[in-house]
């Protein structure tokens, strides 16, 4: 099965437009789209208009095409769309939402999950602690979560994320593959300690919680974003977890993306 793994677009219609024309080139039988997908501007909220505007019409030429599209929103996608994002994944049959739900084809498994640890930027809507131990950032201000009427905001956001369940919580609980061996996980938090979550400071950010998953569960493949700079700064966009595979593309002004081929376990990063 070859795949192309795309993440952090947030809503740059050159990219996606780039990526449908790369996937007929390669002959990709899916492309997997890991989160943050919808645009960044100064009204959150016109997130929904691309949803049914761009995306919709955006699907339709992967289901015309006969791609597999398999995605799901990141931290930065308000939640408040995640009911249309939902109905119109649901259109079609070769687009898949995967946020906590498994997908299978071809004797492998897809489980995706968007819950992030804690970060210091004030949308809260995917935030969790990673574990019950967890220190948290200093943050940019107030806590926030989308809601019809408006941004509401949380007084207290670490009284608020204790009452939560963790990151290692939501991982425990998310379904379970048949055969973890052929497994692919889309997580879009990156674990910790593999040089996959490395800030422009030197900071890493990763989930100890999701790094113990993936140790611990050894599916055969992890694909990863939200740090858009890491593998620039610390040169790494994929890393071995005993037997489990995991990678991280980043993205950058340039449109970057990785191929894989499962059957092979073959891997190439592409800018372009």
Request: with cysteine.
């Given at each position: 099965?070859?795949?192309?793994?795309?993440?952090?677009?947030?809503?740059?219609?050159?990219?996606?437009?780039?990526?449908?024309?790369?996937?007929?080139?390669f002959k990709a039988d899916m492309v997997i789209n890991g989160g943050d997908m919808l645009p960044m501007t100064a009204n959150l909220y016109n997130q929904?208009?691309?949803?049914?505007?761009?995306?919709?019409?955006?699907?339709?030429?992967?289901?015309?095409?006969?791609?597999?599209?398999?995605?799901?929103?990141?931290?930065?996608?308000?939640?408040?769309?995640?009911d249309l994002f939902e109905k119109t994944c649901n259109k079609f049959q070769y687009v898949v939402s995967t946020a906590q739900k498994k997908f299978e084809?071809?004797?492998?498994?897809?489980?995706?999950?968007?819950?992030?640890?804690?970060?210091?930027?004030?949308?809260?809507?995917?935030?969790?602690?990673?574990?019950?131990?967890?220190?948290?950032?200093?943050?940019?201000?107030?806590?926030?979560?989308?809601?019809?009427?408006?941004?509401?905001?949380?007084?207290?956001?670490?009284?608020?994320?204790?009452?939560?369940?963790?990151?290692?919580?939501?991982?425990?609980?998310?379904?379970?593959?048949?055969?973890?061996?052929?497994?692919?996980?889309?997580?879009?938090?990156?674990?910790?300690?593999?040089?996959?979550?490395?800030?422009?400071?030197?900071?890493?950010?990763?989930?100890?919680?999701?790094?113990?998953?993936?140790?611990?569960?050894?599916?055969?493949?992890?694909?990863?974003?939200?740090?858009?700079?890491?593998?620039?700064?610390?040169?790494?966009?994929?890393?071995?977890?005993?037997?489990?595979?995991?990678?991280?593309?980043?993205?950058?002004?340039?449109?970057?993306?990785?191929?894989?081929?499962?059957?092979?376990?073959?891997?190439?990063?592409?800018?372009?």
């Amino acid at each position: 099965m070859k795949i192309i793994y795309v993440t952090d677009i947030h809503g740059d219609k050159w990219k996606y437009n780039r990526l449908f024309e790369v996937a007929k080139s390669f002959k990709a039988d899916m492309v997997i789209n890991g989160g943050d997908m919808l645009p960044m501007t100064a009204n959150l909220y016109n997130q929904g208009k691309f949803i049914s505007s761009f995306l919709e019409s955006y699907f339709l030429q992967f289901e015309s095409a006969g791609i597999y599209y398999l995605c799901l929103l990141g931290n930065d996608d308000l939640r408040m769309f995640d009911d249309l994002f939902e109905k119109t994944c649901n259109k079609f049959q070769y687009v898949v939402s995967t946020a906590q739900k498994k997908f299978e084809i071809e004797g492998y498994t897809f489980i995706g999950m968007n819950w992030i640890a804690d970060c210091p930027f004030q949308l809260k809507d995917r935030c969790r602690m990673d574990t019950y131990d967890y220190v948290f950032q200093k943050q940019l201000g107030n806590g926030l979560l989308s809601k019809p009427e408006g941004l509401q905001e949380i007084d207290d956001w670490f009284s608020y994320a204790k009452t939560l369940p963790t990151v290692e919580d939501e991982l425990s609980s998310l379904v379970r593959p048949d055969d973890m061996a052929n497994a692919v996980y889309v997580i879009h938090m990156p674990p910790y300690m593999l040089g996959l979550d490395v800030c422009f400071d030197g900071r890493e950010v990763g989930s100890r919680a999701i790094y113990d998953f993936l140790l611990q569960n050894q599916p055969k493949l992890s694909l990863h974003g939200h740090i858009h700079e890491s593998p620039e700064v610390s040169r790494k966009w994929f890393a071995k977890l005993k037997n489990t595979i995991c990678i991280q593309p980043g993205q950058s002004g340039r449109l970057t993306y990785v191929t894989i081929d499962l059957s092979s376990m073959k891997f190439n990063r592409i800018k372009i």
